[in-house]
């Protein structure tokens, strides 16, 4: 005869075990599917006199039609030299944004241009652009918007950071809304041309469905320990 008291440990250590890995489960989708905008360096320790890319890129976004980004930097460490837009999905590879072409002239814009406005000035690059006309489509999926190459001048923090509002395409009538996102933007400090660049202890990335799997997997083993535990009492 089952005894009730054991079969409800079980029935609880069972049900504890499950609620935990759907909610690790929900956490980790929800973490993978949000939009994030990073700022990627070549390298986190150039040398002075070398040059740094850093690419601005923008990942699992849904609904996109404008941007307005700006990257700042410490200008006594890094001088800008050039930007490369990769805006137009249908003419980059890993574009962002739809549009078949760009219009810097905000005068003469048609339906399915971009419209693209860059300022610049020290220690700062702001990029503002959007895709023209209803009957454009909205941008979705991950990409990269630009590429900024700089000159290394001194050594120190290159104080790199990221601000962006991303808008959505409006349903006619309506006005856009803003995209939530969060942001990943990497360290980079400036070392003298002879000096010895510190190793970074790398940590090891791995798929959300292994992640998933693995503590599954471990879940069930506790289960079955705990079932067994219980029948030997």
Do not use: R
């Not at 690059?125 to 009957?135: C, F, W």
């Not at 939530?180 to 990497?186: G, I, K, L, P, S």
């Amino acid at each position: 005869m089952v005894n009730p008291i054991k079969l409800k440990f079980k029935i609880i250590a069972i049900l504890v075990c499950v609620f935990l890995s759907l909610c690790f489960i929900y956490s980790v989708s929800a973490q993978a599917s949000s939009t994030v905008m990073t700022a990627a360096a070549s390298t986190s320790q150039p040398a002075v006199g070398s040059t740094l890319t850093v690419t601005i890129k923008i990942s699992n976004v849904q609904n996109l039609a404008g941007i307005d980004t700006t990257l700042q930097w410490n200008s006594s460490v890094l001088s800008l030299s050039n930007a490369a837009l990769n805006l137009g999905a249908e003419s980059h590879s890993n574009g962002v944004l739809h549009g078949n072409k760009l219009n810097y002239d905000y005068n003469s814009l048609a339906t399915g241009d971009i419209y693209v406005n860059e300022t610049k000035v020290s220690g700062s690059y702001e990029l503002v652009a959007q895709s023209i006309g209803a009957s454009t489509p909205a941008f979705s999926g991950s990409g990269t918007i630009a590429t900024l190459t700089f000159n290394v001048m001194s050594t120190g923090s290159a104080g790199l950071s990221l601000q962006a509002d991303l808008a959505d395409h409006p349903v006619a009538g309506e006005n856009a809304n803003l995209i939530d996102h969060t942001y990943v933007v990497d360290s980079v400090n400036a070392v003298a041309t002879n000096a010895t660049p510190t190793p970074t202890n790398a940590v090891p990335e791995f798929p959300s469905v292994t992640i998933i799997t693995v503590f599954i997997a471990l879940a069930t083993v506790a289960i079955v320990l705990t079932v067994k535990k219980l029948n030997k009492k």
